[in-house]
């Protein structure tokens, strides 16, 4: 049976806070009672049989073990209620719920103060590492067979209907998904027939029903030449020789966003050594099996632009391939040879250089998990006996995850973040006394979370910006500083700092809340908005190289919503509390981020969410950034035309539903059949009571309350349904702990607003 570890150390592992908010997963053969080990195979059954109508897991195996070892605060929980339709919504029906919650809530808190939670969705991230780690022959060392079992039981579970994989979870197959997971499968050992219902071959024929793998996205192409199932001829390409250019040139990699230089540096160092895998047996089947004519007649200099339609969703501009094609024809061919491939050496040994740098400052998590697998692939590359591999295989377990539809790779965690939203969940809703002990234990998380450093060395001629004093959206040792994180994380701290140390234990200390200011305010941008992880740096007209065929708005850092709100609402209540700090600074930089707010709304009332599904999700943090600030419905045209834009889209059963189609297709969009979505209720609901709009109609938020309390479960949880989380536009992210969150906040925020009439800020 597996069983979630929490902070627990290990070999090769290095922590900066004794590893607080490290979750990983073990498989212990021993482990559980014969009713527990039924009742997770229960679970995966039930998955499997719904695969098709639910297509995002539960996370119902970390919350049946932390309930159970937190069943102690599950005493004396109170009976459900319902309101019915005709009814009105009591104090009695609301608290009672939000007291149900709040418990469930805190009875999935680990012990060192976090909610450990899946952030997983995209079935790319995963096909990677069991490739990389086909290639340095370490599959069956560090991938148990308990390991690859449910990596298996993950890539079946999630196979479309028609045979192929999506981007994610909930997406339409997509040359790119399909031949990844397929290629996962042959190389853990599936046969080209294998799986049930003929999976293996439904998803073969899926593959050459739509051209063959020549048309797989350029991230694709990569990975399959690596692995020596693709040419280097058929990849457009990726000199290292940019990491020689002048620092002032607009095309340094040091400009670009930094997910996607942390992409590049190790994939240049690749492209530069030109690295194939030894060709294997199942390589040179997958040759034949992927393609629908002979491998050595593919037309490979055709095939580097040549992208399915399934995976197209942002075309190359004519100037992109243009490009392209000048490196690739008469570049590529001169750095190559002599002399100029002494050039070539000295830009690989510049890339690895960059390489070791990120891995250390980041304890060999990298900043996520694709530019994780590649690292450690360029670390072996480069000496397969070396420390950093080893110290690379070590932090693999940070990032696989188990849930009820097998175990999947994480983007890195969240639990920073969530917890940041967990505590807020909690403090809405007037309770703290109840809930001291959950709130004492989140409070000395968050503390043991802040980055105390900024990276080593002279981190800016690597690239780096300022880290000391923020948070991260996972842990300490992650290392890099996020800009909502960091307020979020400055936020909860100063709200605690109000509370009785008897209750939440000592406050920060106050050159610690300085340090969090000194990140926020470094991270706004000219126009008022603010970035996420570092200051804006490139020209926009870069975007046009974008080469990623999926994803939209990956090569530049820019500013976001979200990210704004944040901002202003702890640099507000930091101002409150401590007016004498840095007080121009702060006026100045919250008078620049409201006017961002205020000229990025739409026409509609809404805003634009990057980071969560979407339109619901940008309103609701802009009229909070609004709110923090004394906007009103009464005195704020914006706020008042955010809930006008809100209440138009309640549904009839009184919720919200918005699909991620509205993300990449950038139109708000229901969910199919018009269903409602708990999370987005929330949202809804939060951003409706923060604006004011209860003084006016609060009908609707009566209405969209009702259907919170009638839709808990008997455990006091929320249902999980469709997936809430995006990024890059087209790719969904399911944040599991959102059912939960969300859902508590907006109760509590009801309770204490509208039942007892003091509004308080959040």
């Not at 109000?498 to 126009?527: C, F, H, P, W």
């Not at 987005?680 to 259907?707: C, F, M, Y």
């Not at 009638?710 to 929320?718: P, Y």
Request: glycine share 8%; charged share 25%.
């Amino acid at each position: 049976m597996w069983k979630l570890k929490i902070a627990e150390d290990g070999p090769w592992l290095r922590s900066v806070n004794n590893h607080v908010g490290r979750q990983h997963w073990e498989f212990d053969p021993d482990a559980g009672t014969p009713e527990e080990r039924a009742e997770v195979e229960r679970l995966r059954d039930e998955f499997k049989k719904n695969r098709f109508k639910i297509k995002q897991s539960a996370d119902l195996l970390m919350r049946m073990q932390l309930r159970k070892e937190n069943a102690g605060m599950i005493n004396n929980f109170p009976e459900a209620v319902k309101v019915e339709e005709a009814g009105s919504v009591s104090e009695g029906a609301v608290t009672t719920t939000l007291r149900r919650a709040t418990t469930y809530l805190s009875s999935i808190q680990a012990h060192d103060g976090h909610w450990p939670s899946e952030i997983a969705g995209p079935l790319f991230f995963l096909p990677p590492l069991v490739m990389a780690l086909h290639i340095t022959g370490g599959i069956n060392t560090v991938l148990s067979a308990e390991h690859q079992k449910e990596i298996k039981r993950y890539m079946y579970n999630h196979q479309n209907e028609d045979g192929g994989w999506g981007l994610h979870v909930e997406g339409n197959s997509t040359v790119f998904g399909s031949t990844l997971n397929y290629i996962a499968l042959r190389l853990l050992g599936e046969g080209p027939d294998d799986g049930e219902d003929n999976a293996m071959t439904r998803g073969r024929r899926w593959i050459l029903d739509h051209g063959g793998a020549v048309g797989i996205a350029s991230w694709g192409k990569f990975w399959l030449t690596v692995l020596g199932v693709y040419e280097w001829d058929g990849c457009n390409p990726m000199p290292p020789e940019f990491w020689l250019v002048p620092k002032i040139s607009p095309i340094h990699p040091g400009k670009m966003l930094c997910y996607c230089r942390l992409v590049y540096m190790p994939m240049s160092y690749l492209y530069g050594k030109r690295y194939v895998a030894p060709i294997t047996e199942v390589v040179k089947s997958l040759r034949q099996e992927l393609y629908v004519e002979p491998y050595k007649s593919i037309n490979w200099n055709k095939a580097r632009n040549t992208c399915a339609k399934e995976d197209l969703y942002y075309p190359h501009p004519l100037i992109q391939d243009t490009f392209w094609d000048l490196l690739h024809h008469f570049a590529e061919p001169i750095l190559n040879r002599w002399p100029a491939s002494m050039l070539r050496e000295k830009a690989i040994k510049k890339a690895i250089e960059h390489v070791h740098y990120e891995d250390e400052n980041s304890r060999y998590f990298t900043i996520g998990c694709v530019e994780k697998v590649l690292c450690l692939l360029a670390c072996w590359v480069e000496d397969p006996d070396s420390d950093a591999y080893k110290l690379h295989l070590a932090r693999i377990p940070d990032y696989l995850w188990v849930t009820e539809d097998g175990m999947k790779l994480q983007s890195f965690g969240c639990q920073m973040w969530d917890a940041a939203f967990a505590i807020q969940a909690i403090l809405a809703g007037n309770l703290t006394e109840e809930y001291a002990p959950t709130l004492k234990k989140a409070h000395d998380f968050v503390k043991a979370s802040q980055v105390r450093d900024n990276p080593s060395g002279n981190f800016r001629e690597m690239f780096r910006h300022i880290s000391k004093g923020a948070w991260t959206f996972s842990i300490q040792d992650h290392g890099w500083q996020v800009s909502d994180c960091t307020a979020e994380g400055l936020k909860i701290s100063l709200l605690f700092s109000q509370m009785s140390s008897d209750i939440v234990g000592e406050k920060l200390e106050t050159e610690r809340l300085y340090d969090a200011v000194n990140v926020i305010l470094s991270l706004q941008s000219t126009n008022g908005g603010f970035s996420a992880w570092e200051p804006q740096r490139a020209f926009r007209w870069l975007e046009k190289f974008n080469p990623t065929e999926f994803f939209e708005d990956v090569l530049i850092e820019r500013e976001y919503v979200e990210c704004t709100s944040s901002a202003i609402q702890a640099l507000a209540l930091f101002k409150k509390l401590h007016p004498g700090h840095r007080t121009m600074d702060i006026e100045s930089c919250i008078a620049r981020a409201l006017r961002y707010l205020e000229d990025t709304q739409n026409l509609d009332g809404s805003w634009y969410g990057c980071w969560g599904i979407c339109y619901t999700y940008g309103t609701w943090f802009a009229v909070d950034g609004l709110a923090a600030c004394g906007r009103n419905y009464q005195n704020s045209h914006a706020l008042r035309k955010a809930c006008e834009f809100l209440v138009s889209k309640q549904l009839p059963d009184g919720g919200w539903g918005e699909s991620y189609l509205s993300s990449p297709n950038k139109v708000y969009t229901n969910l199919e059949g018009n269903r409602s979505n708990l999370v987005n209720t929330s949202w809804a609901l939060l951003a409706l009571l923060r604006a004011g709009q209860a003084e006016i109609d609060p009908t609707p938020i009566q209405r969209g309350v009702k259907l919170l309390i009638n839709s808990q479960t008997n455990d006091g949880d929320f249902p999980q349904q469709e997936i809430t989380g995006i990024f890059m536009k087209t790719c969904s992210l399911n944040y599991a702990s959102y059912r939960t969150v969300f859902p508590t906040w907006a109760l509590g925020e009801y309770r204490r607003q509208i039942l007892y009439g003091r509004i308080v800020s959040s």
